[in-house]
């Protein structure tokens, strides 16, 4: 079964611990936490005090899902996982060395992620795969929820699929933006295994119900 992991990109910030626990109690997998620079995209989000004191609020079973849209994250990957990340994924064009980048990340006993925009292509996973926990697959070009979801990238969700079989790993495919229970399934059945959800989710007349349509229950 896939896993849901609702962006709190979609919260209210000043009622961030509220909205987490909430998307909890309804039935969320993981939390997905927009970090963003105002550089890498255009858009500023919150840096690790939010993840510090969404951890310290949330307890040591919130599965805090860090997606770091931000120029040289390996700068930052230290603190994020000090500050209770349970997986801190770095986009592939913001970061020069990804493979440095990626052990770092285990090195802190946090899981790895990898993002790739829309327009990157899968080719440039193939010689970071072994430190790569998840490989998240932009569905819309980063920096803002509630955009309409790119179909194509389904088209690069299965040829990451494909390349984890004939690798025999295991790690995560992750797809992110525009994810709703109508077209989760499209995802869902090209290898997909977490779907983030932000807008789709919080304005659900039910919640618990929207989740469970994008996990595909
Ligand atoms: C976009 C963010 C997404 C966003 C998804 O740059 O990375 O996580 O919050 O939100 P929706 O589901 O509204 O597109
Ligand atoms: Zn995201």
Known sequence: MAKVSVSLL?????????DAKRMMECGTDWLHCDVMDGSFVPNITFGPQMIRDLRKNLGPDAFLDVHLMIEKPERYVEEFAAAGASLICVHQEATVHLQRTLQAIRNCGVKAGVALNPATSEMTLEYVYDVADLVLCMTVNPGFGGQ????????????????RKELGLSFDIEVDGGVSTENAKMFRDAGTTVLVSGNSVFKAPDVALAIRGIRGE
């Open 148 to 163: 309409k979801m790119l179909p194509i990238v389904a088209k690069k969700v299965r040829k990451i699929d494909k390349r």
């Open 10 to 18: 979609s919260a209210d910030f000043t009622r961030m611990v509220e």
